[in-house]
């Protein structure tokens, strides 16, 4: 749409397909593989290819064949022969890519593999048709540009996003909850935005990186989002109508309570028979009015909103009633475990919020619906720059879970600082619960990921109504990596950022684009742990303006009742969490990992003061004292914030971007190397005063 930047979708990143002949077969199956004719039809229009529906003649030899496996003698060879070979083997979202004889063929057994097929090719560029330089694609099956037969499938289910927008502006929290790209691009003025085109552009983008669901509507549901399950049903339809060509299913946050707030009933008790037939009739119509609808995301007893500890009832009676509603619709419900107490008593030693989760949840593996999926915070506490993988995750071998990300930076730089996430997120999937040895193999990735039980993976999008997407341009990279990475988790996200750099920015250049390449990988692959380098130390988390949760305040959650504490004094600082002397939460993990973080010594260094207090002058695996290491990280961190912003600059006038793109991330660079000195100088202040230690290399503390 006009007036808004492409991200990895320019038309310019269609020209190798578009200048192809290309049979498309299947359209007429409808969304989502209707979409791909539309697709490909758009592409050879803007660069001179040839776009067909039949089996050949009328346009063909075909240098692209795009087709469901079940089109059989409709199709010409090779791609007949490929599909009668794999034919059901493909699965729902599943693709086949090969290319023989100068024919590059996508098969897919249903629409939405042929979709995520499409955008695979595209991806591909001149290479899914023999390369660079040799192939032109024409050269009639000499052989030398074949591509054996690879089959595509994404290793997890539920690949979707959950927007934190409100229908109108919070007065304490914007439009959009932790939103930093603007408004709403669902939703204005307590109703819908109609920018369907928008919407529909956003779903194309999605789709490119192998997203399927999405919720509308932020997770703490206020009273006008309440009744998108009722009154604004038509306004969800119309949004669901704009996602179905992509392949991607609806789902909204509901409200525990919408029985007595809708329904005017006396109680919104789980068991209650009324209620039950409540959200019976609930689902129905939504149902009605949305035939693929996903199903219901819901934050119970959690930061104040309503939930089954009402009644006395347990999180597992809460969800299956609602899972019982969905159920004969096929929908399903994603309740969150992000319950703990956030009015809880700074003096009380013995509360720990990262133990909160599991205390809930844990004891009730195996209660669970089989339509229900206990959607998880990677961490045990909210969302921080660095946090142990949530022992959760590995105490629930017979519930579905889903892993909740936060693409949206609210704890990482509010996307005014460049913090690439995709090494964070790949950490966290590669980790392995039990360790490395024998029976232990099983990543996060493959627990999500397991047919049977897995419910995939879920992040807070970071998307708003800005010109840009995300406020800060190359925030659009974490979009790009989550989608990438909830297909396929063990991809490396530095690759990961080339592919997002080879669409956005390459196909746009006539110039050589290595300079780009060169810089933005300065600026980005290491950009998280440059962000972890300045803000709060070794783990500890938080430290950052309470309420909005931007920029340094190392005591500003000291003494709140919010359970997040770093417990510094004169000798030292660190939460101990151990079971000897701590809060226990060590034990909630299986082995090695309650051994390792037990252990002061075997504790890895970036998790030290989650899991312990230590003196100033404990000394890490690095060699440094902790305090020195404070000091040391900072000064680094704020001076490679400042060297990322040079390497921008060196870009200005190179033709390289667009202009008015690098403005907007100068400008965002500009605050980031400010904030980062920010940072720096509280820290370091904070820590030299109530230690009284001084730097070893004597810089200037204030
Ligand atoms: C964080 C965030 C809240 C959000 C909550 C959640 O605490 O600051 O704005 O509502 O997470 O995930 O529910």
């Known amino acids: 749409t006009t007036g808004v930047h492409a991200a990895w979708l320019p038309p310019e990143a269609f020209r190798a397909l578009g200048s192809r002949r290309v049979l498309v077969q299947g359209a007429e199956a409808g969304a989502p593989a209707g979409t791909v004719h539309e697709e490909v039809a758009r592409a050879c229009a803007a660069y001179g290819g040839r776009v067909g529906r039949g089996p050949g003649g009328e346009t063909g030899p075909y240098?692209?064949?795009?087709?469901?496996?079940?089109?059989g003698s409709a199709l010409p060879e090779p791609a007949r022969a490929q599909a009668r070979s794999a034919r059901g083997t493909l699965g729902d979202e599943g693709f086949l890519l090969a290319r023989r004889g100068g024919?590059?063929?996508?098969?897919?057994?249903?629409?939405?593999?042929?979709?995520?097929?499409?955008?695979?090719?595209?991806?591909?560029g001149e290479s899914a048709f023999g390369g660079e330089d040799g192939g032109d694609g024409k050269d009639g099956g000499d052989g030398k540009d074949d591509l054996p037969a690879a089959v595509h499938r994404?290793?997890?289910?539920?690949?979707?996003?959950?927007?934190?927008?409100?229908?109108?502006?919070?007065?304490?929290?914007?439009?959009?909850?932790?939103?930093?790209?603007?408004?709403?691009?669902?939703?204005?003025?307590?109703?819908?935005?109609?920018?369907?085109?928008?919407?529909?552009?956003?779903?194309?983008?999605?789709?490119?990186?192998g997203i399927n669901a999405v919720?509308?509507?932020?997770?703490?549901?206020?009273?006008?989002?309440?009744?998108?399950?009722?009154?604004?049903?038509?306004?969800?339809?119309?949004?669901?109508?704009?996602?179905?060509?992509?392949?991607?299913?609806?789902?909204?946050s509901v409200n525990f309570a919408s029985p007595v707030v809708l329904g005017g009933l006396p109680t919104a008790d789980p068991l209650d028979g009324d209620v039950r037939a409540w959200w019976?009739?609930?689902?129905?119509?939504?149902?009605?009015?949305?035939?693929?609808?996903?199903?219901?995301?819901?934050?119970?007893?959690?930061?104040?909103?309503?939930?089954?500890?009402?009644?006395?009832?347990?999180?597992?009676?809460?969800?299956?009633m609602l899972a019982e509603a969905l159920a004969p619709f096929g929908g399903e419900v994603h309740w969150r475990a992000f319950v703990y107490d956030h009015t809880q008593d700074?003096?009380?030693?013995?509360?720990?919020?990262?133990?909160?989760?599991?205390?809930?949840?844990?004891?009730?593996d195996g209660e669970f619906a089989a339509n229900v999926v206990l959607q998880v915070k990677h961490g045990p506490m909210d969302?921080?720059?660095?946090?142990?993988?949530?022992?959760?995750?590995?105490?629930?071998?017979?519930?579905?879970?889903?892993?909740?990300?936060?693409?949206?930076?609210?704890?990482?730089?509010?996307?005014?600082?460049?913090?690439?996430?995709?090494?964070?997120?790949?950490?966290?999937?590669?980790?392995?619960?039990?360790?490395?040895?024998?029976?232990?193999?099983?990543?996060v990735a493959a627990l999500v990921a397991d047919p049977a039980a897995g419910g995939g993976l879920v992040a807070v999008s970071n998307v708003g109504d800005d010109p840009y997407w995300t406020g800060h341009p190359l925030?659009?990279?974490?979009?790009?990596?989550?989608?990438?990475?909830?297909?396929?988790?063990?991809?490396?996200?530095?690759?990961?950022?080339?592919?997002?750099?080879?669409?956005?920015?390459?196909?746009?250049?006539?110039?050589?684009?290595?300079?780009?390449?060169?810089?933005?990988?300065?600026?980005?692959?290491?950009s998280w742990r440059t962000y972890e380098r300045y803000t709060a130390p070794l783990g500890v988390g938080f430290m950052v303006r309470p309420g909005h949760h931007y920029g340094p305040d190392v005591d500003g959650y000291e003494y709140t009742p919010w359970g997040t504490y770093h417990y510094a004094d004169r000798d030292g600082v660190g939460v101990d969490r151990t079971r000897a002397t701590g809060t226990g939460y060590t034990g909630q993990y299986p082995q090695p990992w309650s051994e390792v973080y037990e252990s002061q010594e075997r504790c890895p260094d970036e998790l030290l003061l989650f899991f312990h207090h230590v003196p100033y002058g404990h000394v890490l695996h690095s060699g440094a004292t902790v305090v020195q290491h404070i000091y040391d990280t900072h000064f680094a961190g704020a001076d490679e914030a400042a060297r990322t912003r040079s390497h921008w600059r060196e870009l200005a006038g190179a033709g390289l971007v667009d202009a008015a793109l690098h403005a907007r991330v100068l400008e965002r660079l500009d605050e980031q190397v400010r904030c980062a000195r920010e940072w720096r100088d509280q820290v370091n202040a904070y820590f030299l005063r109530k230690s009284g230690v001084p730097d070893a290399h004597g810089r200037h503390i204030p």
């Open 346 to 364: 700074w003096r009380d030693r013995s509360t720990d919020r990262a133990r909160a989760a599991y205390d809930h949840f844990a004891p009730l």
């Open 475 to 526: 925030a659009q990279a974490n979009l790009y990596a989550f989608g990438r990475l909830a297909w396929a988790p063990h991809a490396d996200p530095v690759a990961l950022l080339d592919e997002w750099i080879d669409l956005t920015f390459v196909p746009l250049l006539s110039r050589d684009p290595a300079p780009l390449r060169r810089a933005l990988h300065a600026m980005m692959d290491g």
């Open 154 to 209: 994404p290793a997890l289910r539920t690949r979707m996003l959950d927007h934190w927008d409100n229908l109108d502006v919070h007065p304490v929290m914007g439009q959009v909850e932790r939103g930093y790209a603007g408004g709403s691009i669902f939703w204005r003025d307590g109703g819908p935005r109609g920018d369907l085109p928008r919407v529909r552009a956003y779903a194309r983008l999605l789709a490119a990186v």
């Open 215 to 252: 919720s509308v509507n932020n997770v703490n549901v206020h009273a006008a989002e309440t009744r998108l399950l009722t009154e604004r049903l038509g306004d969800v339809a119309d949004l669901a109508d704009a996602f179905r060509p992509y392949g991607i299913r609806l789902h909204l």
């Open 280 to 320: 019976g009739k609930a689902a129905a119509r939504v149902y009605e009015a949305i035939p693929d609808f996903g199903g219901f995301v819901v934050k119970a007893d959690s930061e104040g909103q309503p939930g089954p500890f009402t009644y006395g009832r347990s999180h597992a009676d809460g969800a299956n």
């Open 63 to 71: 240098d692209l064949v795009l087709a469901l496996t079940g089109a």
């Open 383 to 443: 969302f921080q720059t660095r946090e142990p993988v949530s022992p959760v995750i590995a105490a629930m071998p017979a519930t579905r879970l889903a892993v909740e990300f936060q693409v949206t930076q609210e704890y990482t730089g509010q996307q005014r600082h460049v913090c690439y996430l995709g090494p964070m997120w790949s950490e966290i999937l590669g980790f392995q619960p039990w360790g490395g040895a024998d029976d232990g193999r099983r990543t």
């Open 103 to 124: 024919v590059t063929v996508v098969l897919a057994d249903a629409p939405a593999g042929l979709l995520y097929g499409l955008f695979h090719v595209v991806r591909l």
